[in-house]
């Protein structure tokens, strides 16, 4: 009796084992042919568990104020704080400022627009010379150097209804306020390029129906 045991105790372990890994058929091929006709209905708060929770994107304006506000403030940064203690001539500094914003604007700036924009050419109407060429250089030079001039005039201007009694400089040029009030000018300008392109085409739509 005892050998019957123990030779039966085996044979149970084999069968479980074999249940255990057995395969299921059927429910491989229910997954296999399941389609929209066949599968239960799933309420879309049920499927929202299985979905990665995707994060909300920025605008596209905001990513072009914050980018722009950001690199005219490294600029101020580096060559106004940087270089305005070995610069005693202030136009000399405002050149070298000037030059300094007209270069990361174009190599950097609107190339990370470029980069970033989703379909290719979203952020092109964030800068003031969005196709790339051999003239977009020394055009954003001379586009930055009348925004650095726009800056300076908000600045005396800000200066001069909040100066003290004494005629006291009452706001200093800082990176911050800086970027924002050239990020502030850059974003006028290119608000007042797209409406006069918009005159500009709808001036020759107009003379396009009356030829007709």
């Known amino acids: 009796m005892a050998r019957k045991k123990n030779q039966a105790a085996p044979r149970e372990k084999e069968k479980s084992a074999a249940e255990y890994y057995k395969l299921n058929i059927q429910a491989v091929d229910d997954l296999v042919n399941a389609s929209k006709e066949n599968s239960p209905p799933v309420s879309q708060a049920e499927l929202k568990k299985y979905h990665a929770q995707r994060k909300p994107a920025l605008a596209d304006w905001l990513k072009a104020v914050l980018l722009?506000?950001?690199?005219?403030?490294?600029?101020?940064?580096?060559?106004?704080?940087?270089?305005?203690?070995?610069?005693?001539?202030?136009?000399?500094?405002?050149?070298?400022?000037?030059?300094?914003?007209?270069?990361?604007?174009?190599?950097?700036?609107?190339?990370?627009?470029r980069f970033i924009a989703k379909p290719a050419g979203a952020l092109d109407r964030y800068m003031m010379f969005p196709k790339k060429s051999f003239w977009t250089l020394p055009l954003n030079l001379i586009y930055a150097i009348v925004l650095l001039l726009l800056v300076v005039m908000t600045y005396n201007g800000i200066n001069i209804l909040l100066a003290g009694p004494n005629g006291e400089t009452a706001l200093g040029v800082e990176p911050i306020l800086f970027g924002l009030f050239a990020m502030g000018w850059d974003m006028l300008c290119l608000g007042i390029k797209r409406m006069f392109k918009r005159v500009v085409n709808d001036a020759k739509t107009s003379a396009g129906r009356d030829r007709r």
């Open 68 to 113: 722009k506000a950001w690199f005219a403030g490294i600029v101020c940064y580096f060559m106004v704080w940087g270089l305005g203690m070995y610069l005693a001539n202030q136009w000399d500094l405002l050149l070298v400022v000037g030059v300094a914003l007209g270069v990361v604007t174009d190599l950097i700036t609107n190339n990370i627009f």
